[in-house]
């Protein structure tokens, strides 16, 4: 049994999928973090399209995605998931101990670059994220982004379908996604746009006191109020990843190459030299 070789440290935290818990590997010493999926009222089919997802997941490498070591099936029908340790928790949490305390321009594009680089690198291999939001971005020691959860509500999305979403609020799920209309890789960038606008700001870019209240507000595709004290580019990036169409969205790709965020990208390489 492959759980033998860790030695449980802590639960980290429950997901609407299983639990979390920080473990140490008896070998090497590191810490990791296990996932428990839960796949006991799953089909055969879905059970199947896990462990493929699982495979899939281990054969992502990027210095901004997090790191998944290995996974089996357990004889009591749960799906193990090994991943990497991200020691700063995560970024939900980070903007919270700000306490209304805005971020710096720089960290905000080092962390947004950093997360669209995750995301262009899963786009490039036909990978949606689907669940991109604060709360799945974890932050190193050193203060480097790492995305997490991918897959996993692709993994059991014909179990839970719409219901993945809806077992939290709603915040990051874009207008189409409302209509019915398929994930695409445009609605990563809707959560994206959310994302960034909730570390350059603080608050999330679409809020209310109920689900429905809050469906409305994100169809109607009015926009919140943008961020007064960043850069007006900075601001407009923000504003087209929050356009109503996904097709007025840019791709990951495209923001990548915008001339601000090569500029700022630039900057950062510099400072890594100095």
Known sequence: MPLAAYCFLRAVGKGSYGE????????????YVIKKLNLKNASIRERKAAEQEAQLLSQLKHPNIVAYRESWQGEDGLLYI??????????????????????????VVEWFVQIAMALQYLHEQHILHRDLKTQNIFLT???????????IARVLENQYDMASTLIGTPYYMSPELFSNKPYNCKSDVWALGCCVYEMA????AFNAKDMNSLAYRIIEGKLPPMPKDYSPHLV??????LSKKPEERPSVKSILRHPYIKHQISLFLEATKA
């Open 141 to 151: 020691r050193t203060n480097i982004i790492k995305v997490g959860d991918l897959g």
């Open 201 to 204: 700001t603080l608050k999330h």
């Open 236 to 241: 407009e990036i923000i504003r087209t990843m």
């Open 20 to 31: 979390v818990s920080l473990v140490r590997h008896r070998h090497d010493s590191k810490q």
């Open 82 to 107: 090994v991943m990497g340790f991200c020691e700063g928790g995560d970024l939900y949490h980070k903007l919270k101990e700000q306490k209304g305390k805005l971020l710096p321009e720089s960290q």
